[in-house]
DNA sequence: TGCCAGGCCCTCTTTAGGGCCTT
């Protein structure tokens, strides 16, 4: 891992679990006080627990996120703006998101593979960072490792979680209270997945 | 009618089951 590498928190919400066929609703990411949030319209219907636990709702007229219209770009202009944005810092990224080993990097790889944007992202992603394993890591004695669990246990607040902004914006603060060292990080940190490598 | 995600981890384990975690 390059030693001049940032790190850029990040969260989706999709229209489900099954991470081999879900859609993406929303991408956001934050990196100190720069701020990236898009969302876009699935193809497909959500399951009724990502409608309830997210709050969005995919109707004829467009994305409602509860109840509220919410403006919409295309999956590929969210893409590619999305590595325009972690192009900017013009280092190397390392993708940190609660579950990405799991969740959000196998869904993120399908879909920048199937827009034919997996090479770009790349080129500017050296890896990802599961913040659930660190803290699983760092903290194994805790009972629980959900990042909403640990908003409430580190830093003594309640948020909006599920949103993919205000989870990607907690995280940043979870990750600067664990101040974990790079040993912390190589230990939670991988590759990619698939043909990622 | 019965299916409906699935990998990881723990233990009352390994010839298994169940809870956690992500949406």
New binding site residues.
């Given amino acids: 891992m390059a030693e001049d590498r940032i790190i850029v928190f990040f969260?989706?919400?999709?229209t489900?679990?099954?991470t081999?066929s879900c859609d993406i609703?929303q991408v956001a990411a934050v990196y100190e006080e720069n701020v990236f949030n898009k969302y876009t319209l699935p193809r497909q219907a959500m399951?009724p627990?990502?409608k309830q636990?997210?709050g969005f709702t995919v109707r004829p007229d467009g994305l409602f996120l509860h109840d509220k219209p919410v403006e919409t770009v295309p999956l590929t202009e969210v893409l590619n703006s999305f590595i325009s944005f972690l192009r900017s810092f013009r280092r190397p990224v390392l993708l940190a998101a609660?579950?990405a080993k799991?969740?959000d990097a196998p869904v993120l790889t399908r879909v920048l593979r199937r827009h034919s944007l997996l090479q770009q992202f790349q080129q500017v992603v050296s890896g990802f960072l599961d913040t659930?394993l660190l803290s699983k890591h760092l903290y194994?004695r805790l009972s629980?490792?959900?990042?909403?669990?640990m908003v409430q246990h580190f830093l003594r607040m309640s948020y909006n979680a599920?949103n993919a902004l205000e989870?990607a914006r907690m995280l940043q603060k979870l990750y600067k209270r664990w101040s974990p060292n790079n040993g912390d990080i190589l230990c939670s940190s991988f590759r990619g997945v698939g043909c990622f490598y």
Avoid: K, N
Avoid at 11 to 14: A, C, G, K, Q, R
Avoid at 144 to 149: I, K, L, T
């Fill in positions: 969260d989706l919400e999709t489900g679990l099954d081999s609703i399951t627990s990502a636990v997210t609660h579950g799991r969740f659930f194994p629980r490792h959900s990042q909403e669990y599920h989870d």
